[in-house]
């Protein structure tokens, strides 16, 4: 990226690295987000699943709560059933498929993500719950992926080749090291 | 009498036909509670005699457990007494003479029908177990019955067929409730001196806010003697009462949290407080699981949420309840996510980070809530909450009401069969027509409909 100047939508991406790196100093899975109403951010958020011992705490559900909570963002009594309807998400990693489903009840505007999550990736990566998937009500999404993808893939090597003590079973990581060659898409 | 074909004992007891019923005892005159009403004395079959032939014959319908597994057949008019749930006759044992003594429990009106209770036939045996109860509770409401009289039970109440059970399960003994084991809650009373309050202070209640709906299995009124006392409710201070009745300051009384479902039950919460006798009735959602999510759904519907609600019981294995309860809160958090699976999963996490000694030791995998955990549900979940479930790594998902166009456990999608997952989880859909699905609808509220 040096020497490019960022679009705007590499700066929110940027900032939503930010959170990933926190979240990885924090030692959890290193995923972090933004989401931004008329260009400005409106939360920041991370990943939490250790930290709250629920793996449902993802960086996304962390900031919809903070929005939900926040009267300004979301005004109380207000009929919207969509109460994110005009704002962006970026994310470093894909939504998982419970996110990517909670971003279309929320009536999300757009997503931007970096790498895919082919484990369960919600936005194409395992199946399409953003748009693909029919749904009676909810209106589907756009979600565009590979914003600072190798960014974020890097980090997320970062993480797992720690010599993890939170993984569920700790394995000896000794031997592993980081690989920075990136394949493309 | 002798003209109407009735026989009539020295206690002026009556033995004719009863409607329905076919013979019964009745009354000749009015008899004073606490008299006398028959001395039976009793044939006694040994155990292997009984085994052997009694229990292929009618006497098996009119046996009594004595000790050392004798089984007694009441000579007189011990035979003849037909079960009442409310009985107005009581009867000991007295093992010295072989006999059993009938008591009338109340003053008893010329021509009732005088009727004992068939309790448990456990009660009986040893006959010495009698002497826990004190006579007043015997006398109260009839307890110290004790046949192995089985034919009054109603129908209704027999067991549905294995066959007709929407699954197969190992059933367990029922759960009998001891006198240590009565779950209790702590309500307000005060006692009413004078008889002549207790009318006014009736009146009063009707139209005070004192708020007993937590206590409407329990009865309003103890009397003990010349003193009334009244059950209040079960607010945090003592409430306020009238000026104008004499009253004694209130104070805190132990009371059953619960009706009773069965008569032993019944005779340990009466000693506490008079309790409502509630047994269970055939089509009512009992406490499997299934049930207990239903009805927690439908008691927050009352409250204006809608109707879901996702229950996680305690493991079977488990000595200590961790069962956890949780209800869609869509409405009152004005929060679209909040479904119940999601609300229950958080209070899951919430109480094992509660539990935990060193709350910065978070690893990886602790987080895993649901690890061989059931969770049952009203409705299908969606793609959002099943996916939560497989996060937290649940063992099996049961739901009631499939949501064809929303749901993530086969509706829409079917998440734990799609390639990559890294869990899979069972999936059972409660047969149709063994729960009254009635008031579990979901509409469009708001626009939120999935689940």
């Known amino acids: 990226m040096a020497g490019l100047i960022m679009n705007h939508h590499e700066e929110f991406m940027?900032?939503?690295?930010?959170?990933?790196?926190?979240?990885?100093?924090?030692?959890?899975?290193?995923?972090?987000?933004?989401?931004?109403?008329?260009?400005?951010?409106?939360?920041?958020?991370?990943?939490?699943?250790?930290?709250?011992?629920?793996?449902?705490?993802?960086?996304?559900?962390?900031?919809?709560?903070?929005?939900?909570?926040d009267p300004v963002l979301t005004p109380p009594g207000s009929s919207n059933a969509y109460p994110l309807s005009d704002t962006t998400l970026y994310v470093t990693v894909e939504p998982c498929i419970m996110c990517a489903s909670a971003l279309r009840q929320m009536g999300i505007k757009e997503v931007f993500y970096g790498c895919a999550n082919d484990r369960f990736g919600g936005c194409e990566g395992v199946i399409g719950v953003n748009e693909a998937v029919q749904h009676p009500s909810h209106p589907p999404y756009k979600a565009t992926g590979g914003m600072l993808r190798e960014a974020a893939i890097l980090i997320l090597r970062r993480f797992y080749v720690t010599e993890n003590t939170n993984a569920p079973v700790p394995k000896s990581k000794a031997n592993r090291v980081l690989k920075t060659e990136i394949s493309p898409p | 009498m002798a003209s109407s074909g009735n026989l009539q004992n020295p206690a002026q007891c009556l033995v004719k036909n009863s409607p329905g019923k076919?013979?019964?005892?009745?009354?000749?005159?009015?008899?004073?509670?606490?008299?006398?009403?028959?001395?039976?004395?009793?044939?006694?079959?040994?155990?292997?005699?009984?085994?052997?032939?009694?229990?292929?014959?009618?006497?098996?319908?009119?046996?009594?457990?004595?000790?050392?597994?004798?089984?007694?057949?009441?000579?007189?008019?011990?035979?003849?007494?037909?079960?009442?749930?409310?009985?107005?006759?009581?009867?000991?044992i007295d093992a010295c003479t072989d006999s059993i003594r009938y008591i009338a429990a109340r003053n008893i009106e010329p021509?009732?029908?005088?009727?004992?209770?068939?309790?448990?036939?456990?009660?009986?045996?040893?006959?010495?177990?009698?002497?826990a109860v004190p006579k007043d509770e015997l006398d109260a409401d009839g307890w110290g019955g004790l046949t192995n009289l089985q034919p009054e039970i109603p129908s209704d109440d027999a067991i549905v067929p294995e066959e007709d059970?929407?699954?197969?399960?190992?059933?367990?003994?029922?759960?009998?409730?001891?006198?240590?084991?009565?779950?209790?809650?702590?309500?307000?009373?005060?006692?009413?001196?004078?008889?002549?309050?207790?009318?006014?202070?009736?009146?009063?209640?009707?139209?005070?806010?004192?708020?007993?709906?937590e206590l409407g299995h329990l009865k309003r009124v103890r009397k003990q003697g010349e003193t009334s006392t009244f059950l209040l409710n079960v607010s945090p201070e003592a409430p306020a009462l009238p000026q104008d009745i004499q009253l004694s300051e209130p104070f805190l009384v132990k009371?059953?949290?619960?009706?009773?479902?069965?008569?032993?039950?019944?005779?340990?919460?009466?000693?506490?407080?008079?309790?409502?006798?509630?047994?269970?009735?055939?089509?009512?959602?009992?406490?499997?699981?299934?049930?207990?999510?239903?009805?927690?759904?439908?008691?927050?519907?009352?409250?204006?949420?809608?109707?879901?609600?996702?229950?996680?019981?305690?493991?079977?294995?488990?000595?200590?309840?961790?069962?956890?309860?949780?209800h869609d809160t869509r409405q009152s958090a004005a929060h679209p996510l909040r479904h119940a699976v999601m609300n229950v999963i958080r209070h899951i996490a919430d109480d094992r980070a509660r539990s935990e000694d060193e709350p910065q030791t978070a690893r990886n995998g602790t987080n895993y809530l649901l690890t061989s955990r059931i969770l049952?549900?009203?409705?299908?979940?969606?793609?959002?909450?099943?996916?939560?479930?497989?996060?937290?790594?649940?063992?099996?998902?049961?739901?009631?009401?499939?949501?064809?166009?929303?749901?993530?456990?086969?509706?829409?999608?079917?998440?734990?069969?799609?390639?990559?997952?890294?869990?899979?989880?069972?999936?059972?859909?409660?047969?149709?027509g063994t729960i009254d699905e009635a008031g579990l609808q979901l509409g469009c509220v708001n626009g939120f409909i999935e689940l």
């Open chain 2, 22 to 92: 076919g013979r019964g005892v009745f009354a000749a005159t009015s008899i004073p509670r606490h008299s006398i009403v028959e001395i039976s004395p009793v044939l006694l079959f040994t155990k292997e005699e009984y085994e052997q032939h009694g229990k292929y014959t009618i006497l098996d319908s009119y046996t009594f457990k004595w000790k050392n597994g004798s089984m007694a057949l009441a000579l007189g008019l011990g035979s003849l007494f037909n079960h009442s749930d409310s009985p107005n006759v009581s009867y000991t």
């Open chain 2, 165 to 213: 059970l929407p699954f197969e399960r190992f059933k367990p003994p029922p759960e009998e409730e001891t006198a240590e084991s009565i779950r209790t809650v702590q309500a307000w009373a005060v006692d009413v001196p004078d008889q002549r309050s207790i009318g006014p202070m009736l009146k009063w209640l009707k139209h005070s806010e004192v708020d007993a709906d």
């Open chain 1, 14 to 69: 940027a900032e939503a690295m930010a959170m990933a790196e926190e979240a990885l100093a924090a030692g959890e899975v290193p995923v972090g987000c933004v989401f931004v109403r008329d260009r400005n951010i409106i939360a920041r958020a991370r990943n939490r699943t250790n930290q709250l011992r629920n793996a449902t705490r993802h960086a996304e559900l962390e900031a919809i709560d903070e929005i939900l909570a």
């Open chain 2, 255 to 326: 009371v059953p949290s619960s009706a009773a479902l069965t008569t032993t039950s019944l005779a340990f919460k009466n000693v506490l407080w008079p309790t409502t006798y509630a047994p269970r009735r055939k089509g009512e959602a009992d406490d499997w699981s299934m049930g207990k999510v239903v009805q927690e759904a439908l008691r927050r519907r009352q409250q204006g949420e809608l109707p879901v609600a996702a229950y996680v019981p305690t493991p079977y294995e488990a000595s200590d309840d961790s069962s956890f309860m949780a």
């Open chain 2, 376 to 432: 049952f549900t009203t409705h299908e979940p969606c793609i959002m909450c099943s996916m939560a479930l497989l996060h937290s790594r649940v063992k099996e998902v049961v739901y009631l009401i499939p949501m064809e166009k929303t749901g993530g456990c086969g509706g829409s999608i079917c998440l734990p069969t799609l390639p990559g997952v890294n869990h899979r989880f069972g999936i059972c859909r409660w047969k149709g």
């Open chain 2, 111 to 131: 021509d009732e029908e005088l009727c004992i209770y068939y309790g448990h036939n456990l009660w009986f045996d040893p006959a010495g177990a009698k002497a």
